[in-house]
């Protein structure tokens, strides 16, 4: 089988989908390699991601691994999410066919986009581990 059950029951049942109207961070990522987009909200109260939702014009890799981020960090401290690793969700799903694995960035730079716009908007500056390489950055969003 080429997906594991964990990457089958996330992309069927996908976890915090939606969008938080109150978000205080907001994240736009685009694949280079596909041309996916990703969207992912994040409340933050005290340091602590209180909540999270994602939006995703993507495939179903890019859908269950999104679906497992948002449930990693859920919960979590900045410092905690900003650790989370694209190799880490992959992992936390029983692993993604090689092929697939760049579906996987998506989600992890979706949450750095996220925590990078909610500290712009407290005008605070952004920690480096935000800062997405422009070399990964879409074409279409920039
Ligand atoms: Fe585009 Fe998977 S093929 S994110």
Redesign the pocket.
């Known amino acids: 089988m080429l997906y594991s059950e964990k990457v089958m029951d996330h992309f069927n049942h996908p976890r915090n989908v939606g969008e938080l109207p109150d978000a205080d961070g907001v994240g736009q990522v685009g694949?280079p390699?596909?041309?996916?987009i990703?969207k992912m909200y994040l409340k933050i109260e005290d340091g602590v991601i209180v909540d999270v939702k994602f939006k995703?014009f993507?495939?179903?890799?890019?859908i269950a691994t999104s679906s497992m981020a948002t449930e990693m960090i859920k919960g979590k401290t900045i410092g905690e999410a900003l650790k989370l690793t694209n190799a880490a969700v992959a992992e936390a799903l029983d692993g993604l066919p090689a092929h697939?694995m760049?579906?996987s960035v998506?989600a992890e730079e979706a949450v750095k986009a996220a925590l990078a716009d909610y500290y712009t908007r407290r005008g605070e500056p952004v920690p480096p581990e935000c800062v997405i390489d422009p070399e990964d950055a879409c074409p279409l969003c920039g």
């Not at 390699?33 to 996916?36: F, I, L, Y």
């Not at 993507?58 to 890019?62: D, F, I, R, T, V």
Request: net charge neutral.
């Open positions: 694949n390699v596909c041309g996916d990703m995703t993507g495939c179903g890799s890019a697939k760049h579906c998506l």
